[in-house]
């Protein structure tokens, strides 16, 4: 994939991510802050299928983002066209992985 | 002393006189033999007028002529005296010891190039960058043959890049360029500034290509605007003005 593209990507679930993150924190103000994060309201938002919803492409936003943030750095950091290949593909494999156990978690807990 | 033919000789040989002096520390290293580098110190005159050049050129002539040091113009023309002074890469005929402030200056080589000896860099890298952004104008071979064909521009198209066509390739910015630093295959600060200086020209057609080249892994996304390149530069090309305006293209905010 051109460079281009991967950083248009990055830029763009930078972007979006700040957006959802903010409706976020300003769920948790709608009710005492401390209170939005007991246990039982916790549990309530993952049950509620439109704020599930936004959890999980927060979760991979951030996933893809992070990742490609990483592999930027670790580019920086060595180079060689071995090396790069494999950053790149670990990078995307541990991003599939985390967004998948993310993804579990929030699918276990909605219907649990 | 046999003169050589043709050659004028220097008439340089009379010792600089002032009341006021400096010592210059200078970083000698031959990597051939030497593990790191060795300061030595000479106290060397010097005038309101006395650049750096001026001053290891004094040290060359009375006290130690095996010092290396690359210059040329004398007149911050041809790129060739970079060199780190007090801490910063700047051009050492274009530095003149009395702005310096200091009653120690210190000359090293330009970080980021490797060394031949003493402050003379090896400018491969260098060249190799600007030569692979493709730095002239790509045209049709057939319009430019053409004795009859002009190629005219208007002063506003002219503007959007005669700035960053006053490049002499000195590899300040280079020097100065934290991701010159960690990353060996970065294209760099004055490439990034000379792809954008053709890319802006107006009698150009080479931009897809030329923004293909620098669309890689180790190309222009590699910059993180620190913008050291800009305040290191003696002829104001702002390299990291043109790395931005070139991601423009890129991203699709500039045709
Ligand atoms: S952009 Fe400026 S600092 Fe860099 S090589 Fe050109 S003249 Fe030197
Ligand atoms: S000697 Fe030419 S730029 Fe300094």
Wanted: glycine residues 6%; positive net charge.
């Amino acid at each position: 994939m051109r460079e281009s593209i991967i950083m248009k990507i990055h830029y763009g679930s930078a972007l979006a991510a700040v957006g959802l993150v903010a409706v976020h924190i300003l769920m948790r103000l709608t009710q005492g802050y401390a209170e939005s994060l007991e246990y039982a309201n916790v549990i309530r938002n993952y049950h509620f299928l439109p704020y599930a919803g936004m959890l999980e492409i927060i979760l991979i936003l951030l996933s893809i983002h992070g990742f490609i943030g990483l592999r930027v750095i670790l580019l920086e950091l060595k180079q060689g066209r071995i090396y790069e290949k494999v950053i790149s593909y670990s990078c995307f494999i541990a991003m599939i992985g985390l967004i998948t156990y993310g993804t579990r978690t929030i699918i276990m807990v909605n219907m649990g | 002393m046999t003169q050589i033919p043709g050659l004028a000789e220097e008439h340089t040989s009379t010792p600089l006189s002032s009341s006021q002096s400096i010592t210059l520390r200078i970083a000698k290293y031959n990597p051939v033999h030497d593990t790191e580098k060795k300061f030595m110190e000479f106290n060397i005159p010097y005038e309101k007028w006395t650049t750096v050049l001026e001053a290891i050129l004094e040290v060359k002539k009375h006290f130690d002529h095996s010092v290396a040091v690359r210059f040329s113009c004398r007149q911050a023309t041809c790129g060739s005296c970079g060199m780190i002074i007090n801490g910063k890469p700047r051009l050492a005929c274009f530095t003149k010891i009395s702005e310096l402030n200091s009653n120690i200056i210190t000359v090293e080589p330009m970080n980021n190039f490797p060394i031949i000896r003493d402050l003379a860099v090896k400018f491969e890298r260098l060249f190799d960058t600007h030569h692979k952004v493709k730095p002239y104008i790509i045209r049709d071979d057939t319009e430019i043959t053409s004795d009859t064909k002009e190629f005219l521009q208007s002063p506003e198209e002219l503007e959007q890049y005669i700035q960053f066509s006053n490049c002499i390739k000195c590899g300040l910015c280079n020097s100065a360029c934290p991701t010159m630093a960690t990353d060996s295959s970065f294209v760099g600060p004055q490439a990034l500034a000379q792809a954008y200086r053709y890319v802006a020209d107006s009698r150009d057609k080479g931009k897809d290509t030329r923004l293909k080249i620098i669309d890689e892994s180790h190309g222009i996304w590699r910059c993180h605007f620190a913008g050291s390149c800009s305040q290191v530069c003696p002829k104001g090309v702002d390299p990291a003005m043109g790395i931005q305006l070139l991601r423009g293209y890129m991203l699709g905010f500039k045709s």
